[in-house]
């Protein structure tokens, strides 16, 4: 438990969703549970389930849930996006758009997901950062709130479902070169400037490569011709791909695994042909492995340029 560490200020918040501005008069005598978030985080998706239920199963006891959008990746400071996560997540508590990181800053905060429980003198009682302790931190509510009760029933579903972590062999891969690691593509990278590429004849395990025309950035690789592609040799159950685009129009796309389409095993964001769509920014699951788990390749071919894909994640 923390002791005595009073609750920083909300005023740095760019914008709010589903609220006026909230401040200490607004929050006095509440219980408040604070979760910083940002919308293309795996984890905080695999998070989300328990904090939405806990706010509509205690609200009425006088919990308030605060979410803290603070984003990692430029596209997410676009309120329309947040706004767009809120409405697909089923968010109904405070949102505060944090796009400049005050608040983040105020809480000293480091972590995606983390929470922070206030209690109801506004003194910062617990944390917890990443995903688990879920039964702890809903224990740690109802203390807080003087309540005793069963513990809520959540199933995640979609990209919301639990890792399969006994089966988890991939870790998260960024693709920018500020924070890249394992490109394979023969030749090397070169950054900032658009170059053409090509996959190796074998794809290493754990690595990724691109083919057709990219340009490495900081944040992201963005294709600069139609028909570019980027792979990536995994084991996961679950395989996801933050996902931007720089033109107009929605960009179709095309998922294979071990060079087939996906079948069974395509993710809530394809079909079994492994067809999708990149319309807005965000995480999209490409691959949840029906039956056994085993070391795959997937590969996503985009039919148009300006797609930007910024990071892998698995579960």
């Known amino acids: 438990m923390c002791a005595d560490v009073h609750t920083p200020p909300l005023a740095g918040a760019t914008g709010w ?14 219980v408040v549970l ?5 919308l293309t985080c795996i984890n905080w998706l695999r998070q989300e389930p ?32 947040v ?9 109904d508590y405070p949102v505060a758009v944090d796009n400049d990181y005050a608040i983040w800053d105020a809480f000293a905060n480091r972590y995606w997901p983390a929470l922070y429980f206030l209690d109801a003198e506004g003194i910062i009682r617990d944390q917890h950062f990443g995903e688990g302790r879920y039964e702890q931190s809903e224990r740690v509510i109802q203390q807080l709130l003087g309540v005793e009760r069963d513990l809520v029933s959540v199933e995640g579903r979609g990209p919301e479902k639990e890792a399969d972590w006994e089966h988890l062999q991939t870790p998260e891969t960024y693709l920018g070169y500020a924070r890249s690691e394992q490109f394979a593509s023969p030749h090397g990278a070169g950054f900032d400037e658009r170059r053409a590429y090509e996959l190796p004849e ?3 395990f754990n690595h990724w490569a691109l083919a057709g025309e990219w340009t490495i950035g900081r944040e992201n690789v963005a294709l600069g011709q139609a028909g570019g592609s980027i792979a990536y040799r995994f084991h996961a159950r679950d395989a996801h791909l933050v996902l931007s685009r720089a033109s107009r129009e929605p960009i179709a796309f095309r998922v294979l695994l071990d060079g087939k389409p996906p079948g069974p095993s395509h993710g809530v964001d394809i079909d079994k042909d492994g067809t999708g769509l990149l319309r807005e920014g965000r995480l999209y699951q490409l691959v949840r492995q029906h039956g056994a788990v085993r070391e795959r ?3 996503v071919t985009f039919l148009e340029p300006g797609a930007e894909a910024y990071a892998f994640t698995f579960g």
């Open 17 to 30: 969703l589903n609220t006026e501005p909230l401040g200490p008069s607004e929050l006095r005598g509440h």
């Open 297 to 299: 390749t997937l590969q």
């Open 83 to 91: 706004r767009q996560a809120t409405k697909e997540r089923a968010i």
């Open 50 to 81: 328990y904090v939405r239920a806990w706010s509509q199963a205690y609200r009425d006891d006088g919990l308030v849930v605060i979410g803290a959008h603070t984003p990692e990746f430029s596209f997410e400071h676009e309120i329309d996006g």
């Open 202 to 204: 074998r794809l290493p």
């Open 34 to 38: 604070v979760n910083f978030w940002t």
